[in-house]
């Protein structure tokens, strides 16, 4: 029943900005982590930000300094500020998120459909 949707992808020349969006929704009772991955053509998916529930963030050194990750508890939603970006940032992007939809249920990792991100030279 739980559903992730990301939105907010699309065109733009390097050193341009996007911001993407995640909504969760469904039966939810509970979400842990949330994050976003990316994956390009022909390469394996990729963590590029992660914020625990209570506001730990982590990402890989290859965004950092140029990617933000928040969320917003109440709308269970995440989102993915991007700047100064770069034509190897090109690929799609996912949301992932742990969610428990039961108090008596361990979390499960949920995946969003994607959004494209290109990046042009």
């Known amino acids: 029943q739980v559903q992730l949707v990301e939105s907010g992808g699309g065109l733009v020349q390097a050193g341009g900005s996007l911001r993407l969006s995640c909504a969760a929704s469904?039966?939810?009772?509970?979400?842990?982590?949330m994050a976003w991955y990316r994956q390009a053509p022909g390469k394996q998916r990729e963590l590029v930000a992660v914020i625990s529930s209570g506001g730990r963030i982590n990402y890989p050194d290859s965004v950092k300094g140029r990617f933000t990750i928040s969320r917003d508890n109440a709308k269970n939603m995440v989102y993915l500020q991007m700047i100064s970006l770069k034509p190897e940032d090109t690929g799609v992007y996912y949301c992932n998120a742990g969610i428990r939809t039961h108090w008596a249920n361990a979390p499960h990792d949920y995946w969003g459909q994607g959004t494209q991100v290109t990046v042009s030279s």
């Open positions: 469904g039966s939810i009772f509970s979400i842990n982590v």
